[in-house]
């Protein structure tokens, strides 16, 4: 039973603090994952009957420290720790570092340099972030099992060579914010497209979780340009998110939308921070990652309309983008481009050679069904739909594939 799931949607936010509370106090990740969600099945138990405590935080702080202390006792071979645990009580307040947001410390903490990025990052989402195993197996591509081992091997190395799970000082940030924003990422296009069946299909307390939190290390780091590209990003994508849902609950596309239900306020901060970038790039800077994608989608909410869209800069983009991030999603996204302005055909020829990668990837075959479609292929399209519907996991993206394919003649 994944208990976090059982306990209600606000108080979930809790497992990352009792969690990186504990793996603080007793130096053992695996201890204070059983200990917190010893705690969240305790809740589960009682307070359908006796009411949610004024303070959940504090209940399941305490309530995991006394069964971190109970396991520790039982396990009999860890004096030292042992003797720690009893200390716990009288244990001085923690030193909060260079930043004051309880959620944003932990995040920087977990995302230690001395892990691989893939694997703090997987990590720091499972304790922190709030994702479960599927949702991160799915953002990375990849088996959940192969994630579970991955952060199996996380947790094994940071016991084995002592990492210790110290505050970050202000000096550390710049050597972990990649990291950081990497998790804020994730979790914000989580927010923006849930990918699992049994949530809803917009997560709003994700996106705007993420969005606060990238404004906090803007202010900590108003220097870094990448912070300031993965904000405007994520308010341009933002600005969307009302249109993106019809009145029946499904997705609707880019193209499809109604321009005039977007947030301008989002737009124009996000349009400003992307020219605050050029401006920078101009200079000498040379632009990340998140840079050009904000970059891609200032192009995206600056056009009046679909067919207003400047298709050759934003292949120009992708093509910047490409030589940063090689990886078959941006090659993917980048065919969507191409099919604007070299036809289909040649956009199909670059979607198929990304078979093999993306195979098990739903957008992979939805763009695939778009293309077929418009060739007039409408027997492998709607093979291809088929295929993306079967992978796809929220039930608004679903609902569009399928009327898609059901329009097909």
């Known amino acids: 039973m994944d208990v976090r799931a059982a306990v209600s949607r606000a108080h979930r936010e809790e497992w990352a603090r009792v969690v990186a509370s504990l793996t603080r106090r007793f130096g053992d990740l695996d201890i204070a994952e059983e200990a917190a969600a010893e705690a969240f099945a305790t809740a589960v138990q009682r307070w359908p009957a006796d009411g949610v405590p004024p303070n959940p935080g504090a209940w399941l702080t305490t309530t995991a420290n006394r069964k971190a202390i109970d396991r520790i006792r039982r396990e009999n071979k860890r004096d030292d720790k042992h003797r720690e645990a009893l200390m716990v009580y009288d244990a001085p307040p923690e030193s909060v570092g260079a930043i004051d947001d309880d959620r944003l410390r932990l995040i920087f903490t977990c995302c230690h340099p001395a892990l691989a990025m893939e694997t703090r990052v997987a990590l720091t989402l499972r304790m922190v972030g709030g994702l479960t195993v599927p949702e991160i197996a799915r953002?990375?591509?990849?088996?959940?099992?192969?994630?579970?081992?991955?952060?199996?091997?996380?947790?094994?190395?940071?016991?084995?060579?002592?990492?210790?799970?110290?505050?970050?000082?202000?000096?550390?940030?710049?050597?972990?914010?990649?990291?950081?924003?990497?998790?804020?990422?994730?979790?914000?296009?989580?927010?923006?497209?849930?990918?699992?069946?049994?949530?809803?299909?917009?997560?709003?307390?994700?996106?705007?979780e993420a969005i606060r939190l990238t404004r906090l290390i803007r202010a900590l780091l108003p220097g870094d340009g990448e912070v300031a590209g993965l904000l405007a990003l994520m308010l341009l994508t933002q600005a969307r998110r009302t249109a993106r849902l019809s009145s029946g609950g499904e997705l609707v596309a880019l193209a499809e939308q109604d321009r005039g239900a977007w947030d301008a306020a989002l737009i124009a901060e996000g349009h400003r921070l992307v020219r605050e970038r050029l401006a920078a790039s101009a200079a000498g800077a040379a632009p990340g990652r998140y840079q050009i994608l904000a970059a891609i989608n200032a192009v995206h909410t600056s056009a009046r309309d679909m067919r207003d869209t400047d298709w050759s800069q934003i292949l120009a983009l992708y093509d910047q983008l490409v030589r940063l991030d090689p990886s078959p999603i941006v090659a993917l996204n980048r065919a969507v481009a191409v099919a604007e302005l070299d036809g289909p055909q040649v956009a199909l020829a670059a979607v198929d050679r990304l078979q093999d990668t993306l195979d098990g990837y739903h957008a992979y075959h939805a763009t695939r069904a778009d293309l077929l479609r418009r060739l007039g292929r409408g027997d492998e399209a709607r093979a291809a739909y088929d295929k993306a519907i079967e992978l796809a996991g929220n039930t608004a993206e679903t609902a569009y594939l399928t009327r898609r394919r059901d329009q097909l003649r």
């Open 139 to 208: 953002a990375f591509l990849v088996r959940e099992t192969a994630l579970e081992r991955r952060i199996t091997r996380a947790k094994a190395k940071i016991k084995a060579a002592g990492i210790p799970y110290r505050v970050p000082s202000a000096e550390d940030l710049p050597t972990r914010v990649s990291g950081v924003l990497a998790v804020l990422y994730l979790v914000f296009n989580e927010g923006y497209l849930a990918t699992g069946p049994g949530t809803d299909p917009l997560r709003h307390d994700l996106t705007a």
